[in-house]
């Protein structure tokens, strides 16, 4: 039994798997959308929204929080800067999840995960 056991393996062992959810959530973060296979993206859309909900919080211990998660103050500055602002209203649902099609090679369904 599976019992608390959340979340994808992703078919990777777990340093793989942190390390590609962090440089998913990087680039979801520099690009503001990102596409990725529906998996991935459902498994990265709980780390950005607890990096939004960290910058709503606008404190000295979440900016650190953000920074474990994300590796760039400059990154960390400019979510802190733009997120609040875009979000002062809203506590949770921040990210869409838009089905694009399969993708040719293996037939994998594509996603883009985007900001609301």
């Given at each position: 039994m599976r019992h608390q056991k959340k979340g994808r393996k992703l078919k990777r062992d777990s340093s793989?798997?942190?390390?590609?959810l962090k440089n998913l959530t990087r680039q979801f973060f520099e690009h503001q959308r990102i596409m990725t296979t529906e998996a991935k993206a459902k498994e990265v859309r709980s780390l950005i929204e607890k990096v939004i909900s960290l910058s709503l919080k606008k404190d000295?211990?979440?900016r650190r929080?953000?920074?474990?998660i994300l590796g760039s103050?400059?990154?960390v500055h400019r979510v802190f800067e733009e997120m609040p602002v875009r979000y002062e209203n809203k506590e949770s649902g921040f990210t869409r999840i838009v089905k694009v099609g399969n993708r040719q090679g293996d037939n994998a369904s594509l996603v883009y995960i985007e900001l609301t």
């Open positions: 793989h798997r942190k390390a590609l000295l211990a979440s929080q953000a920074l474990a103050r400059d990154l």
